[in-house]
């Protein structure tokens, strides 16, 4: 299976490098640093540079920009790459509505595929 679909089936694997996206606490950083963290994040997202504040945002474990950074992606009509995202924020509404939605196309998938046999 290619890279890019495994990380489709697994929102622990990176989909760019070797960046660690589990929900489990890293080394612990002062707030001071975190601070540093999400202020740099803030301005590499604001300048386009996404991917590189992304893994700011998940060093700083900092909500706010893994939720702007799952929007970008939706925008970018990235869905599984926006689901990763809201799921390790955590943004359960997302989460919950995105779920809905690929449940959605996969029961359209089976209906098609039951309509095909007959």
């Known amino acids: 299976m290619p ?18 996206t589990s929900r489990a606490n890293g080394p612990s950083i002062s707030s001071q ?18 991917e590189q504040a992304k893994r700011v945002f998940l060093t700083a474990h900092y909500t706010d920009g893994l939720v702007r950074i799952g929007k970008y992606y939706e925008e970018k009509n990235m869905p599984l790459e926006a689901f990763r995202m809201y799921w390790l924020a955590p943004e359960q509404r997302k989460v919950d509505y995105m779920v809905e939605q690929m449940a959605g196309v996969i029961r359209e998938w089976l209906h098609d595929d039951e309509t095909e046999v007959r």
């Open 3 to 20: 890279r890019d679909r495994a990380s489709a089936f697994r929102p622990d694997l990176a989909s760019a490098g070797f960046i660690k």
């Open 33 to 50: 640093q975190r601070s540093a963290l999400v202020r740099k994040g803030n301005e590499l997202f604001n300048a386009g540079q996404v």
